[in-house]
């Protein structure tokens, strides 16, 4: 009888267990209205939860539609309070209409859904970033059709900013030099400074955990619970992306870097978990793009890559652009369909060469997706392996620009760190987290190269350097375009299509330009630069 009672007992405590459950579920919803390409945010209260682990053991899921849409979008949840008290769904609608949805709430066999509409109007935002359907080799905003110049600087810690006010400030000053994206690590530690001068200290840190740590401030053994997320250092990610998002700034979310091994392991349902929580948090959000990793081909191989990004290209409802960021540049998977375009890393300085050889191989994959050299040095720093003593200056790595934007590419630089982190005068920080001060003048000279693209249709233009001399390099949409930059003073001859055009210096160096008496083809030969350095010209056909 005591062994019957005892099996009783089991089985009642087994079927309590199955049907454990929370008191009650409350859905609310953030707006009724919400601007395309914003999102609307569908809250989950939860009374007395009682999931174990809230991260593991619940499921969120989402169904939405479109009125005039025959195909629904799904969308996945995520719990946004360390007790399970809180889950959030998030979707981003980019055409204006009428939208219904669902949501489901799992927990074991407890099942409960919500329904609702919300109405997504016409706004003003620039949307998500596309690669240019008719000029491939190019980006475009998609929510606008404007092009985007791309012009990036890398901010790896910049979430190590424990005064979200720095944060904001960094982003900020960064956007008024004309940068319109940063790069900075969602997960990442690192106990080497390269030699620069940043410490850490209470206000700020090299050690960013997106999970539970018994010891976060430990390097080599913080105690990291993968199966549970660190909810406040999320939503500060959340906060800068919407900041950031509201000045046209897009972030690339970088999953992992290379200096430190406190990750989940290549492949495992923890490093899985990860990913569908990120994407889960963070794709609503119309300005982000992914990066499977810093130097990844260091720690995860090529297989890796090529499944996880079509793994998170699966998740994301949005179908942000993603890409990876070896450290040989043949590690890219250019010819799959999650990668949305490179993301190099080449310090030599025969970069104009080096970016056209980089088409002709995105070429030979049959498929055409922009070319960028995301790391080709920052501004003074001087590692090893650079090429020779001034490799990275300023003004070195200014001229570097010029000749990755001939080629038709993109790049992207990082500040100097010579005003460091708890440094005297500690007003920098540079390509580690983001802040500077005015000693840093790099960037100022990479506004001038946005200025000239921006000031014609770049995006149509192709290398064409045969149709220039002297050393000078020239894109061109022949017979209507033609910008020629020239690396050093002198003159340059240029091919025509025959017609009138309008031809202006432009002052790689200041950004002043200077206006020529309208010239005509075939042949045309420029007067001398107008002063030393380096030097640009812009060709226009007269209408």
């Known amino acids: 009888m005591k062994i019957i009672h005892l099996q009783s007992l089991l089985a009642i405590s087994a079927a309590l267990v199955g049907r454990a459950a929370p008191a009650e579920i409350a859905f609310s919803q953030s707006a009724q209205i919400v601007e395309a390409y914003d999102f609307v945010e569908v809250t989950l209260t939860v009374t007395k939860p009682d999931a174990k682990n809230p991260f593991t053991d619940v499921a969120v899921e989402g169904r939405f539609e479109l009125a005039s849409d025959e195909e629904p979008r799904l969308a996945t949840g995520?719990?946004?309070?360390?007790?399970?008290?809180?889950?959030?769904?998030?979707?981003?609608?980019?055409?204006?209409?009428?939208?219904?949805?669902s949501v489901m709430y799992r927990q074991g066999?407890?099942?409960?859904?919500?329904?609702?509409?919300?109405?997504?109007?016409?706004?003003?935002?620039?949307?998500?970033?596309?690669?240019?359907?008719?000029?491939?080799?190019?980006?475009?905003?998609?929510?606008?059709?404007?092009?985007?110049?791309?012009?990036?600087?890398?901010?790896?810690?910049?979430?190590?900013?424990?005064?979200?006010?720095?944060?904001?400030?960094?982003?900020?000053?960064?956007?008024?030099?004309?940068i319109n994206r940063?790069?900075?690590?969602?997960?990442?530690?690192?106990?080497?400074?390269?030699?620069?001068?940043?410490?850490?200290?209470?206000?700020?840190?090299?050690?960013?955990?997106p999970w539970i740590a018994e010891k976060p401030e430990s390097f080599e053994q913080?105690?990291?619970d993968f199966t549970r997320f660190n909810v406040a250092y999320w939503q500060k990610w959340e906060r800068m992306l919407r900041f950031a998002r509201d000045r046209d700034?897009?972030?690339?979310?970088?999953?992992?870097?290379?200096?430190?091994?406190?990750?989940?392991?290549?492949?495992?349902?923890?490093?899985?978990?990860?990913?569908?929580?990120?994407?889960?948090?963070?794709?609503?959000?119309?300005?982000?793009?992914?990066?499977?990793?810093?130097?990844?081909?260091?720690?995860?191989?090529?297989?890796w890559t090529h499944e996880t990004g079509t793994l998170l290209m699966g998740l994301d409802p949005c179908k942000h652009l993603a890409s990876s960021h070896p450290v040989n540049r043949e590690h890219q998977d250019r010819a799959s369909q999650?990668?949305?375009?490179?993301?190099?890393?080449?310090?030599?300085?025969?970069?104009?060469?080096?970016?056209?050889?980089?088409?002709?191989?995105?070429?030979?994959?049959?498929?055409?997706?922009?070319?960028?050299?995301?790391?080709?040095?920052?501004?003074?720093?001087?590692?090893?392996?650079?090429?020779?003593?001034?490799?990275?200056s300023a003004e070195t790595l200014r001229r570097t620009a010029w000749e990755i934007a001939m080629a038709g590419a993109y790049g992207t630089a990082g500040e100097s760190v010579r005003r460091g982190v708890n440094i005297w005068p500690d007003t920098g920080g540079g390509w580690i987290n983001g802040r500077g001060d005015d000693t840093m003048i790099m960037l100022k000279g990479y506004e001038h190269i946005v200025d000239f693209f921006a000031s014609f249709e770049w995006w149509k233009t192709e290398p064409h350097d045969e149709l220039v001399n002297n050393g000078a390099y020239c894109l061109a949409m022949p017979g209507e375009i033609?910008?020629?930059?020239?690396?050093?003073?002198?003159?340059?001859?240029?091919?025509?299509?025959?017609?009138?055009?309008?031809?202006?210096?432009?002052?790689?160096?200041?950004?002043?330009?200077?206006?020529?008496?309208?010239?005509?083809?075939?042949?045309?030969?420029?007067?001398?630069?107008?002063?030393?350095?380096?030097?640009?010209?812009?060709?226009?056909?007269?209408?």
């Open 78 to 101: 995520f719990c946004d309070a360390n007790d399970g008290g809180a889950f959030r769904i998030r979707f981003m609608p980019s055409v204006p209409g009428d939208y219904s949805y």
């Open 182 to 209: 940063i790069r900075v690590l969602l997960a990442g530690a690192a106990n080497i400074l390269w030699g620069e001068p940043v410490m850490t200290g209470n206000n700020f840190t090299l050690l960013l955990r």
């Open 222 to 224: 913080p105690g990291i």
């Open 338 to 392: 999650w990668f949305g375009f490179t993301s190099i890393q080449e310090w030599s300085r025969r970069q104009h060469a080096l970016m056209l050889e980089e088409r002709e191989i995105q070429k030979k994959t049959g498929r055409i997706i922009p070319q960028t050299n995301e790391e080709y040095g920052y501004e003074d720093h001087y590692p090893h392996w650079a090429p020779k003593p001034d490799a990275d």
């Open 249 to 303: 700034v897009i972030i690339s979310a970088i999953l992992d870097i290379s200096t430190h091994q406190a990750q989940p392991k290549a492949g495992s349902e923890d490093e899985r978990r990860y990913i569908r929580y990120a994407v889960a948090r963070l794709a609503a959000f119309s300005n982000i793009t992914w990066d499977l990793g810093d130097d990844l081909d260091s720690y995860r191989d090529e297989k």
């Open 482 to 543: 033609y910008a020629v930059y020239l690396p050093k003073e002198g003159d340059v001859t240029v091919k025509l299509e025959p017609g009138t055009y309008e031809p202006t210096w432009f002052n790689a160096f200041t950004g002043e330009k200077i206006p020529l008496p309208a010239v005509k083809g075939p042949v045309w030969t420029s007067p001398k630069t107008p002063g030393w350095l380096d030097w640009a010209l812009l060709l226009v056909k007269r209408p």
């Open 109 to 178: 066999d407890f099942e409960k859904m919500h329904k609702g509409t919300f109405r997504a109007e016409k706004g003003h935002r620039r949307g998500v970033l596309r690669v240019d359907p008719n000029y491939r080799w190019h980006f475009i905003w998609e929510g606008t059709g404007e092009h985007y110049y791309f012009n990036g600087t890398t901010a790896f810690w910049l979430m190590g900013w424990r005064e979200e006010r720095i944060i904001n400030h960094t982003i900020e000053r960064l956007q008024r030099m004309k």
